[in-house]
């Protein structure tokens, strides 16, 4: 098999082509979107209003037969394809066996193994210990339990432009307000925002950033008080914004100079998405809690907090937990999952997507002069589009890019504090074709919509 071609496994022998055959969305889709309207509730987004029927490796085929190239993963979820046969294999399994029994009632080996790899996987060589749950949401609300608990303290540090979820502990964690936020209060009080290292925009150093965030966070909160300093080690939702080197060591090292916890929420950038298995081990940096989910199990809701077995161990018996949290088959699936990461070295192909496309992004930056940024790491790349040869943001022409971008066939996600971003997150597995084709559309569209 040559590079170009689909290495996945998966078990829907889908074309791995875009074909479109109606109009995006097609009538079929049109009829349905009418139900969703009068069933479900307004306030339920969809980026695309079109209907799935089949997915696999690096498409989603719709109702009406289009297939359209997947370049957001159901937001960075299907890491290892969609329907991957190690997937789908051990799933089947365990749903004959049984499908429940809640880990806090009778237990299971899976959800142990699962704590097992995850131990072994995250960054550091230290005693870890692991718990699950079903949502990241649900794995940063138990993160900051653990951290609370632990170190007696109740302030918990977040940053400018970092998403953490949608209960009202990660809402107020979060830093954008539409439309996360808009209307949802009164929120968690002792949460306390300090300013990213942000390299496109403030032009500071690492370090320099991080000497204002510890200042700030020395003088606002005082460090006795913090409890923990939860961040991203790349944003996601703000726009896969990537620190200034040095930004994440220094609150790595003020952390550990202050009995502070200090949590990575990689529920994101988890899982082999920035070509390691965790973005942490970009800079050497090793958190004392890790929050994974997305990326994890395959598309079924799984999500973990781990981390040092001192802190994870502070919590009295029975402080965690929850019905569902490591169900059998999300833990099935899981174990599918990073099987297959680990015998297609999925790190590998993340790190040969980013060398694809940032130079066919920087060709179009120089064609177009509406890209002011390109970033990111492995297959979480994202463009910043602005008002032609300025740094000015430009929402406007962005969603009629990624609108333009989906009628043509190819689904892609815009993100950011400004709404300026296009953001990429390809399933690992890929081919190179349809990432070329996927390219040459974001190309077209990009040049039309700002010529
Ligand atoms: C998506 C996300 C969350 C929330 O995860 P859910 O499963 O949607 O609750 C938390 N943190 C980060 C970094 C995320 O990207």
Redesign the pocket.
């Known amino acids: 098999m040559t590079t170009s071609e689909s290495t996945a496994m998966t078990v829907n022998d889908i074309p791995q082509e875009r074909r479109l055959v109606t109009a995006i969305p097609g009538p079929k889709s049109l009829e349905i979107q009418k139900r969703r309207t009068s069933a479900v509730s307004a306030g339920v987004g969809a980026t695309l209003p079109i209907f799935i029927s089949k997915a696999a490796g690096g498409v989603v085929v719709d109702i009406d037969g289009n297939s359209l190239i997947d370049m957001g993963s159901g ?2 979820v299907t890491s290892v394809g969609n329907s991957a046969k190690q997937v789908v294999d051990r799933v089947i399994a365990q749903v004959q066996d049984f499908t429940h029994t809640c880990f806090m009632v009778t237990q299971y080996e899976s959800y142990v193994e699962v704590c097992e790899a995850l131990n072994r996987l995250t960054p550091g060589d230290h005693e870890k210990r692991s718990a699950l749950f079903n ?6 609300e138990n993160a900051v339990k653990i951290a609370r608990v632990y170190t007696k303290r109740q302030a918990v540090v977040v940053f400018e432009h970092g ?5 009202n502990l ?1 809402m107020a964690m979060t830093a954008k307000v539409a439309p996360y936020k808009q209307g949802f209060g009164p929120f968690a009080s002792e949460i306390y925002r300090m300013p990213l290292s942000y390299p496109a925009h403030d032009g500071l150093t690492g370090k320099e950033a991080a000497d204002h965030a510890i200042s700030r966070m020395i003088k606002e909160i005082g460090a006795e008080n913090i409890a923990a300093i939860v961040i ?1 080690p790349i944003q ?2 703000g726009g896969f914004i990537v620190p200034a080197q040095g930004f994440l060591p220094s609150l790595v090292k003020f952390s550990n100079d202050n009995g502070i916890v200090f949590v990575a ?5 988890g899982f082999c998405r920035t070509g390691k298995w965790f973005a942490c081990e970009h800079e050497g940096i090793v958190p004392d809690l890790i ?1 994974t ?2 990326g994890i199990a395959g598309g079924l ?1 799984l ?1 973990a907090v781990t981390g040092r077995a001192e802190i994870m161990d502070s919590v009295h018996a029975g402080g965690l937990g929850g019905t569902y949290g490591g169900n059998p088959i999300a833990c099935a699936a899981a174990l599918g999952s990073i099987a297959a990461m680990e015998e297609e070295d999925l790190n590998e192909k993340a790190r040969n997507i980013e060398a694809i496309m940032k130079p066919r992004l920087a060709k179009i930056a120089e064609a177009t002069g509406v890209i002011s940024d390109i970033r990111g790491r492995g297959a979480m790349i994202a463009i910043e589009i602005v008002k032609k040869d300025t740094n000015e943001p430009d929402p406007d022409t962005t969603s009629k890019i990624a609108k333009a971008c989906h009628a043509a066939g190819v689904v892609v996600l815009t993100a950011g504090t400004y709404g300026n971003v296009l953001r990429f997150l390809p399933p690992l597995v890929m081919p190179e074709h349809l990432l070329d084709d996927a390219l040459t559309i974001i190309e077209q569209q990009i040049k039309e919509v700002t010529a």
């Open positions: 937001i960075a949502t990241g949401a649900e794995a940063v998403y953490h979820g949608r209960t990660t991203e996601g939702e929420d990689e529920v994101q950038t929050t989910a997305k809701p999500a």
